[in-house]
T-cell receptor, first 113, second 111 residues
């Protein structure tokens, strides 16, 4: 399976704290993306980091990528109750049929007001 | 506001019945994905189309599942016959390049 793994599986923090989620994957990639899924909804794209980048920021999000360790982390700073959701990493894996996206197992984040 | 539209949103069916799920990708996107999400397996890639051609459906049980794109505005996923283990949320996503836009999903329950 090309699926990645994320840890922790679940994370509960107080509003205002930072949340860190990690993702590990198995194959060489073009890029890695993070998505958010609110309960009962589809996934929403958050941020993309290319394989030649090491760190990327977008608002309160900070993503790092270590291709030597095949891992990435997502940091959400100054968390809010509205950040409560599941977060998935997706690796953009190149096969002989083109780009394919494989998702990790997800981290369920609960931000307590 | 462009979005991927999936129908139906919910489907309850009896074991053995045929189920058809539909997806309208975002206009102009050349890639369509079908994913299945369950608590046990997470998000599994079932099938993948580029420019309407099926490129990879290795994640799909071939004996009962089929995916097609009869035209650029419609992708379908069929299960025949359905089984209780097919109960899941099925997501369609479309994209152009490196980002996938997801529909709201079809929640399928097979009893």
């Amino acid at each position: 399976s090309q699926q990645g793994e994320e840890d922790p599986q679940a994370l509960s923090i107080q509003e205002g704290e930072n949340a860190t989620m990690n993702c590990s994957y198995k194959t060489s990639i073009n890029n890695l993306q993070w998505y958010r899924q609110n309960s009962g909804r589809g996934l929403v794209h958050l941020i993309l980091i290319r394989s030649n980048e090491r760190e990327k920021h977008s608002g309160r999000l900070r993503v790092t990528l270590d291709t030597s360790k095949k891992s990435s982390s997502l940091l959400i700073t100054a968390s809010r109750a509205a950040d409560t959701a599941s977060y998935f990493c997706a690796t953009d894996y190149v096969s002989n049929t083109g780009n394919q996206f494989y998702f990790g197992t997800g981290t369920s984040l609960t931000v307590i007001p | 506001d462009a979005r991927v539209t999936q129908t139906p949103r919910h489907k309850v069916t009896e074991m053995g019945q045929e189920v058809t799920m539909r997806c309208q990708p975002i206009l102009g996107h050349n890639t369509v994905f079908w994913y299945r999400q369950t608590m046990m397996q997470g998000l599994e890639l079932l099938a993948y189309f580029r420019n309407r051609a099926p490129l990879d459906d290795s994640g799909m049980p071939k004996d009962r599942f089929s995916a097609e794109m009869p035209d650029a505005t419609l992708a379908t996923l069929k299960i025949q016959p359905s089984e209780p283990r097919d109960s899941a949320v099925y997501f369609c996503a479309s994209g152009w390049g490196h980002e996938a836009f997801f529909g709201q999903g079809t929640r399928l329950t097979v009893v």
